[in-house]
């Protein structure tokens, strides 16, 4: 079975502007300025073969920065080599840090310590990655500088003030810009961070790590309650790097993390596992495409990330463990997946926080399966790189699925195939391209996705990967 190992950018052809490079690998031009890419998918043979997925995107964000924030050396292997993590290598070293790619997918940081980030001289740009800019603001929000951020359209469209209104709290300023709570904004970080009790609105990984990265600056303890856990990999990360942060539960399904301020962060080794939510695509390729059977190495497992898993097994997916190991408190193993079966199952709203990046690609799943799925909860889908619930039930109609959006809840009635022969409008979202894809791979006719540049943001090496393992894209 071949191995695949990710290269720079598989969605650039050699001629493209986006495989030209000034001078370093992490300064190659990541402008989506050029002609959209469209490509389609159709049915073709099993998918086979053993392959790894890049590193996963939150490990990767918060790998670097918490290099940044430290003192000494961090190697940290198995990077993503996307252009989300790449604009927050650009950012951590624009503040600051020394920031090397010292091999493949390796990667050298050495940091400037707990607030210590030295004021930028140009805005940071964040493309289109609303964790890297989140993530830094509350970064930045505890050392007295202020920066300018800014994104690209899908991410000047996010909602920012969720974010700003805890860093706010903590003595955080914005000081230009942020109409609407959108970017571009200047934020002015604290002179004298101060450490809060707060409670986050809505289950996110993104608004609790930035008020603990916040709290790193502030004396006394920063204490984040939520009342459904979201992913912990900063807690986890912060302990790693020397942190005193614990965890404990609250409520049925929530979190109450404390972080006593102002430690000494130590350079630490990391390496960053697979990413669960890029193996989510050739994962339901396998299942949809008869005769399939594939491996996938290295697969993150953390139980805040595996909610896709676990439906897919109530829906009748045969995906096998094997290999369970773990690194820096984050566990991963080997997957096994085969063509199966599956059935409609109804999501619980509770488990949204474990797979809210995995809703587009399960919607697939559950337009191959026999009978009704019902995913309820989704309110949050309206507020990622695009209207992810409009453009879910959007890709589907178009493809000949019956599917009805009631409130924030999505309902497919599968009926154990797809017409397909749709074109899908991709929104400036790398998940809305590859779900599209995938679900291209055993339609009646094919699918068309009117653009796959944005998939570089994620999973640079998505569309020559599928192919290695037997996908027809063309
Ligand atoms: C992420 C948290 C999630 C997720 C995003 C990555 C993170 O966002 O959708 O892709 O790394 O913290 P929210 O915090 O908005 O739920």
């Known amino acids: 079975m071949p191995v695949t190992a990710p290269g720079p950018c598989g969605t650039c052809p050699p001629e493209s502007p986006r495989r030209r490079f000034r001078g370093r690998f992490q300064e190659r031009i990541l402008s989506h300025s050029d002609q959209p890419r469209p490509l389609q998918s159709r049915a073709g043979g099993p998918l086979a073969g053993k392959v790894r997925v890049p590193g996963d995107k939150s490990i990767s964000h918060r790998a670097l920065i918490l290099g940044a924030l430290s003192v000494g050396e961090s190697r940290i292997s198995g990077l993503l080599e996307g252009e989300d993590v790449l604009n927050t290598a650009k950012s951590m070293r624009a503040l600051g840090a020394r920031v090397e790619r010292t091999g493949d997918f390796a990667w050298s ?53 969720r974010v700003l209104d805890p860093l706010e709290k903590m003595g955080a300023r914005v000081v230009a810009g942020g109409e609407g709570g959108r970017l571009p904004l200047t934020l002015q970080g604290a002179r004298d961070p101060l450490p809060i009790t707060y409670k986050t609105p809505v289950a996110s990984a993104q608004i609790k790590s930035a008020v603990l990265l916040a709290g790193l600056a502030a004396p006394g303890t920063t204490t984040v309650i939520e009342s459904e856990a979201s992913r912990d990999h900063t807690e986890l990360m912060l302990r790693h790097f020397g942190a005193d942060i614990t965890s404990i539960a609250e409520g049925a399904h929530g979190r109450r993390v404390a972080l006593v301020g102002q430690p000494e962060l130590h350079g630490a080794r990391v390496v960053v596992p697979a990413d669960p939510s890029s193996a989510a695509f050739p994962i339901v390729a396998a299942l949809i495409v008869e005769g399939s059977d594939l491996v996938l190495t290295d697969v993150m497992t953390n139980p805040l990330r595996t909610g896709l898993f676990t439906t897919l097994r109530e829906m009748g997916a045969s995906i096998e463990e094997s290999d369970v190991r773990g690194d820096a408190g984050e566990p991963m193993a080997q997957l096994r997946v085969r063509a199966s079966r599956l059935r409609g199952v109804e999501v619980p709203p509770e488990r949204a926080p474990s797979m809210i990046d995995e809703y587009l690609v399960l919607a697939v799943a559950a337009s191959f399966a026999e009978g009704t799925t019902i995913m309820r909860g989704l309110h949050e889908l309206r507020v990622k790189e695009s209207d992810r619930l409009a453009a879910t039930a959007d890709m589907l109609r178009v493809n000949g699925v019956k599917v009805e959006i009631s409130g924030d809840d999505l309902i497919v009635e599968g009926r154990g195939h797809v017409p397909g022969g749709g074109l899908v409008a991709t929104h400036m979202d790398h998940r809305i391209a590859m779900s599209a894809l995938v679900m291209g791979c055993a339609s009646d006719q094919p699918v068309k996705v009117d653009d796959t540049a944005f998939i570089a943001t994620s999973f640079p090496d998505f569309i020559p990967m599928m192919r290695a393992l037997g996908a027809d894209l063309s």
């Open 109 to 161: 940081v050495r940091g400037v310590g707990v607030a210590g980030f030295a004021q930028p001289t140009a805005p940071l740009d964040f493309g289109n990655s609303g964790t890297g800019c989140r993530l830094v603001m509350g970064a930045v929000a505890g050392c007295p500088i202020s920066a300018v951020f800014d994104g690209d359209a899908s991410l000047r469209s996010r909602p920012m003030r």
